[in-house]
């Protein structure tokens, strides 16, 4: 995850994936709002059905990369001390890590 | 870092930042805020996919006044981190760069982003 996203190709990675997260979070919310799933059947057959799966999936692994370059930023900014920061960064891969995990094992059901 | 005579006013109270820093620091303070509340949106929705007695109290969870005040907190969070980050992207194609454009931008950003999360929790919940 580290490897080669600093500098430019950080900065322009949190840009296109600001655009997809932006595009998705837009469409669920439009969908959630005009027509929400009623039951949980429903909700199954919309987040199961495979562009939307895919669509999940790509917005998952957006959403770790745009939150992980983000969140570095804001520790680089504000965390001077070496080891503090190392200590705070390691929290935040594995805090990711974890949430990446549980939501694949929740969209793995899903197939 | 070599120390100077120069003096140094740092009081963070007395300190007048331009409304274009207040939405910044604000963008700032939304994405932390989002990247804390992913454990929740993961659970609510694993709650929601885990049956239909899970889906009804995933329903109730965000309609329950509790439940409804931290949806409107990340919603407006996330509004204002949408928003901010629309203006940042016109930024980069320098876009509303001059003068009275980026603070009124920035004074756009602050006013909506409530409205749109108070419209989306009407919507939603």
Same mark, same amino acid.
């Given at each position: 995850m580290n490897r080669q996203l600093s500098g430019f190709r950080a900065w322009m990675w949190q840009?296109?994936?600001?655009v997809y997260l932006a595009l998705y979070i837009a469409y669920v919310l439009l969908r959630l709002v005009v027509s929400p799933p009623g039951d949980h059947d429903a909700l199954v057959a919309w987040m199961g059905g495979l562009p939307?799966?895919?669509a999940t999936a790509a917005f998952l692994v957006m959403l770790l990369l745009h939150a992980w370059v983000g969140v570095r930023d804001v520790v680089l900014d504000y965390l001077k001390p070496a080891p503090l920061r190392l200590l705070v960064l390691l929290a935040v891969q594995a805090f990711l890590l974890a949430c990446g995990l549980w939501a694949l094992a929740v969209l793995v059901k899903l197939l | 870092m070599q120390t100077s005579p120069r003096p140094v006013f740092l009081n963070l109270l007395q300190i007048r930042l331009p409304v274009a820093?207040?939405?910044?620091?604000?963008?700032? =303070?939304a994405g932390v805020l989002l990247f804390l509340a992913i454990?929740?949106?993961? =659970?609510?929705?694993s709650l929601a996919l885990s049956g239909d007695a899970g889906f009804v109290r995933a329903a109730l969870v965000v309609q329950q006044p509790l439940g409804k005040v931290v949806l409107f907190l990340l919603l407006w969070a996330l509004a204002h981190h949408f928003l901010a980050g629309i203006r940042y992207l016109l930024l980069d194609a320098h876009l509303g760069v001059r003068a009275?454009?980026?603070?009124?931008s920035a004074w756009a950003v602050l006013g909506a982003a409530p409205v749109l999360a108070l419209m989306l929790l009407w919507g939603l919940a």
């Open positions: 840009r296109v994936s600001a939307m799966w895919l | 820093a207040v939405m910044s620091i604000a963008h700032r =303070g454990p929740l949106l993961i =659970g609510l929705l009275p454009y980026f603070r009124h």
